[in-house]
């Protein structure tokens, strides 16, 4: 039987802890958590994510600020906000949502960010951090850090002798994936568009993860029977079947076919998705205490 991945019922396992450690803060003589989100414009999906962000924070028990910025926000204006996010002492992470519209250039914005507030895990310094294999003293990158919770689950802290394949090259979560399966003893593998033949190299994994942003792409015999199949990708595709103009949200895996071949698989919605808000509560909790000493 093929183990369906409960990312939600991992993700509230992580909500209950980063709550109790919050309480323990406030109770100890420290204020909140507090965690600052920054979007700029009016992408109808970003809004979704970040409001889900800021109603997690204040479920945690944080003190949640949003700076929603005008489309038309100039550089210059959102590095102010950025510094001034730096500086207030009641902000402890800060989150600008990605992607920032055309005009804008995310790469200064994320790295003017104290390394210490990066709840993102996307400063050069984090990344590096990871890319030398301390896991300890920096700040994780939300999403591979939620979607290593789901292959620890199936596999244990310790991934010697197994292949792993990531699918992506992002420094969002391509890279970082592939840092940390790296950790964790497993031999790694990253694919990307200009791979020769991503259906050979997902033959030889036993953790096939894919961050691609293609519905559906990886099939049923494209999986070495028995792997565990971590699924990043959240497609928007039409879904007639529930009425006309309808939408659905897929995957980067052909869910139904590639099931029955996987030891484990996980969903879309509800696997890797609810650990990523997760991560970033935890990340932000994390960044509390190291500052509160
Ligand atoms: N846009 C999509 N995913 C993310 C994320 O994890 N962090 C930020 N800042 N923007 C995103």
Request: proline share 6%; aromatic share 2%; hydrophobic share 45%.
């Amino acid at each position: 039987m093929t183990t369906v991945i409960d990312g939600k019922a991992a993700a509230a396992s992580v909500i209950e802890a980063v709550t109790s450690a919050a309480t323990t803060l406030e109770t100890s003589g420290h204020r909140k958590p507090g965690l600052a989100v920054v979007i700029v414009g009016d992408d109808p999906a970003s809004h979704a994510y970040v409001g889900a962000k800021s109603r997690m924070a204040k479920q945690c028990g944080f003190n949640s600020i949003q700076h929603t910025l005008p489309e038309d926000t100039s550089q210059a204006d959102l590095m102010t906000l950025v510094a001034s996010l730096n500086a207030d002492p009641q902000v402890d992470g800060i989150l600008v949502q990605l992607p920032l519209p055309k005009h804008l250039d995310s790469d200064p914005v994320i790295q003017s960010i104290l390394p210490e507030k990066d709840v993102d895990g996307l400063h050069i310094v984090n990344a590096g951090k990871l890319a030398t294999g301390d896991l300890k003293t920096g700040l994780l990158s939300c999403t591979p850090a939620g979607a290593m919770i789901l292959v620890r689950q199936i596999h244990g802290n310790d991934l010697s002798g197994l292949n792993a394949l990531v699918i992506g090259r992002s420094n969002l979560f391509g890279k970082p994936m592939a840092q940390l399966l790296l950790n964790a003893n497993a031999t790694v593998t990253i694919g990307h568009s200009r791979s020769r033949d991503l259906p050979e190299l997902a033959r030889q994994a036993d953790i096939l993860v894919a961050a691609v942003g293609r519905a559906e792409m990886v099939k049923a015999d494209w999986l070495k029977p028995g792997a565990t199949v971590i699924d990043v990708g959240i497609n928007r595709v039409a879904a007639p079947e529930k009425g006309e103009g309808k939408f659905k949200l897929v995957g980067d895996v052909a869910f139904a076919e590639c099931k029955p071949v996987a030891k484990a698989i996980s969903p879309v919605p509800g696997g890797v998705g609810p650990m990523t808000i997760a991560m970033l509560m935890a990340n932000t909790v994390i960044a509390a205490h190291r500052r509160a000493g």
